[in-house]
Nanobody
Framework: QVQLVESGGGLVQAGGSLRLSCAASRNRFSINAMGWYRQAPGKQRELVATITSGGSTNYADSVKGRFTINRDNAKNTVYLQMNSLKPEDTAVYYC??????????????WGQGTQVTVSS
């Protein structure tokens, strides 16, 4: 069983910064894409940013220019640097990772979520 453990959430004032981390437990599978999603109260979970094993990134329009995703493949860890935070960024942030289980089969795992609260 693969576990994703997130850290770095908290309370910050608008305009501030936070850095989220998500580490995948040791496993024998290759990790393909990793990503961050968020879910605000009463809203659906939405994509924030993703990064492939090769380093290609994708961002939601709402966070472009403010958030940066990167990963350390040696540590099976993905990071999300969040700058210029806004109250609308308040949500539970979840990381996920797609693992290559066999040549033809992939599986996606999710972390437990970490709360980010931005006060105005």
């Amino acid at each position: 069983q693969v576990q994703l453990v997130e850290s770095g959430g908290g309370l910050v004032q608008a305009g501030g910064s936070l850095r989220l981390s998500c580490a995948a437990s040791r496993n024998r599978f290759s990790i393909n894409a990793m990503g961050w999603y968020r879910q605000a109260p009463g809203k659906q979970r939405e994509l924030v940013a993703t990064i492939t094993s090769g380093g290609s990134t994708n961002y939601a329009d709402s966070v472009k220019g403010r958030f940066t995703i990167n990963r350390d493949n040696a540590k099976n860890t993905v990071y999300l640097q969040m700058n210029s935070l806004k109250p609308e960024d308040t949500a539970v942030y979840y990381c996920n990772a797609e693992l290559q289980i066999t040549t033809a089969y992939k599986n996606t795992y999710w972390g437990q979520g970490t709360q980010v609260t931005v006060s105005s």
